[in-house]
Structures are given as structure tokens and as C-alpha cells.
């Protein structure tokens, strides 16, 4: 138990450190728009580089962290993710902004990505394996409580007390699909794609008024929470059947 704590407690201030970074390079050269992004997004791809050659020399595999195929036919059970793609899809409810230019753009695609690598070997891939000994129920907890916790990073990008709190009841409900996910398919693939697809709308989207938003956020939790109740309940239906077995 104390090397798991251990193992979680380093896992995090590896990630945490890369993203401090990320966010004080950006505060302290005063960058904005297409250049906070590339250097954001170049910070957050090491952070990916150094964990897949940490478990590439160590294990001389990846598949220990979920890069691995997609457990046959487990995508049907989870009704294809779909929930999620709505709920990622949502933030371009408005269109997309293009009044910064197709580099804005392409800085956004770099930075999404490396965030959906970055957090999910992290938080899914190396937090949710180390704990799933201890029982699924405390692996999708335990990373799912850090994941959002994580997000108190938010205001040292400049973000408000309110938004950061919301953002983190937010990054904690998603971390339990996510955790559900990887656990259920056996792989990282699906929780990157769609970490990556909902961050990346997210940044894209264009601006809605604060009551709009407002509106937008209870939405999507409504999805999230009705999705999370669904994967718990074939979760719980599936393993009644295998102990039946």
C-alpha cells in the first residue's frame, strides 16, 4: 500500500510539474493566442515523451499504461461512447471560432492532444492500473478524486475561485467515465480520443454568453451523471453474471 501511495504521489507531481511550468512559461512571457498554446502544448508532449520512456526502457513495453487494442466487443457494451461524443461535440454548440486564424487552430489541435495523452497515461494509465489491485470501486475513485484536484492548476492560468470549482466537479465526474472506460475496454485509446475531441471543441467554440454556458455546463453534467449510473449498472449486472458463472 505504501508504494502505491508512493507510485501516485510521484505520478502526480511529474504531471503537475510539467503543467506548472507550462503555465508559468506562458505567465511570465506574457503569451497569448496561438503562442500560449505551442508552448503549453510543448511542455504537456514532454510530459507525455517522459512517461512513455520511462515504461519503454523499464518494461520495454507501453501496453502496461493502455496502449493496447480495444477489448473485443467492449465499445458496444459501452454504448459506443456516444454519450461522451455528444458531450464533447456540445462545445461547439455555437460554431467554431476561425477569427484567429487556421494557426490558432493548429496550435489548439497540438495542445489538445498532448493533453488527452498527457492525462490519461497519467491519471488512467499509470494512477487507475496502480490502484485496480485495491478493487475497481477505490481505482475509479482514488483517480478520478486526483484528476479533478488537478484542476486547481486552472487558476494559475488566470482562471476565477467559482470557474476553477466547477471545473473541478466537472474534471471529477468525466475522470469516473474515463476510469470506467479504460477499466471496461482494457485500453487508453478511447479515453484519449475522447479527452482529446472534448478539450479541442472546448478551445475552438465559439464564445457563449455566461448564461448560455451556464446552461451548457448543467446540460452536459445531467448527460454525464444519467452515462455514469448506466456504466455502473452494466458494471454491477456483468459481474453478477460472471460470479454466477
Known amino acids: 500500500m505504501k508504494r502505491k501511495i508512493l507510485n501516485t504521489a510521484l505520478a502526480m507531481v511529474v504531471i503537475m510539474t510539467f503543467y506548472f511550468m507550462a503555465g508559468a512559461a506562458v505567465v511570465t512571457n506574457n503569451l497569448q493566442g496561438t503562442e500560449a498554446k505551442l508552448v503549453q502544448g510543448g511542455f504537456i508532449w514532454l ?24 477489448g473485443k ?13 455528444i458531450v464533447a461535440l456540445s462545445g461547439m454548440i455555437a460554431g467554431v471560432d476561425f477569427s484567429q486564424g487556421m494557426s490558432f487552430l493548429l496550435a489548439s489541435l497540438f495542445l489538445t492532444i498532448g493533453v488527452g495523452l498527457s492525462e490519461e497515461i497519467y491519471f488512467r494509465g499509470i494512477i487507475c492500473n496502480l490502484w485496480k489491485t485495491q478493487g475497481k470501486g477505490k481505482a475509479v475513485m482514488v483517480s478520478s478524486i486526483l484528476f479533478g484536484i488537478c484542476h486547481l492548476m486552472n487558476v494559475l492560468g488566470g482562471a476565477g475561485i467559482i470557474e476553477t470549482v466547477l471545473q473541478i466537479f466537472f474534471a471529477f ?25 472534448h478539450d479541442f471543441c472546448a478551445f475552438v467554440g465559439s464564445e457563449l454568453t455566461d448564461v448560455a454556458e451556464l446552461g451548457l455546463i448543467l446540460a452536459q453534467t445531467v448527460i454525464m451523471l444519467i452515462y455514469i449510473v448506466l456504466l455502473v449498472r452494466h458494471q454491477t449486472k456483468s459481474t453478477i453474471n460472471n460470479c454466477a458463472q
Do not use: D, N, W
Not at 515523451?49 to 499504461?65: E, M, T
Not at 466487443?73 to 461524443?85: D, F, N, S
Not at 475496454?185 to 482529446?196: A, R
Open 73 to 85: 466487443g467492449t465499445m458496444k457494451e459501452l454504448y459506443y461512447c456516444i454519450p461522451m461524443i
Open 173 to 197: 465526474f468525466y475522470g469516473i467515465i474515463f476510469a470506467l472506460i479504460f477499466i471496461k475496454t482494457e485500453s487508453l485509446l478511447p479515453c484519449v480520443g475522447l479527452h482529446f475531441l
Open 47 to 70: 510530459s507525455v515523451i517522459a512517461a512513455i520512456l520511462f515504461y519503454f526502457i523499464r518494461y520495454h513495453s507501453i501496453s502496461g499504461i493502455g496502449f493496447r487494442r480495444v
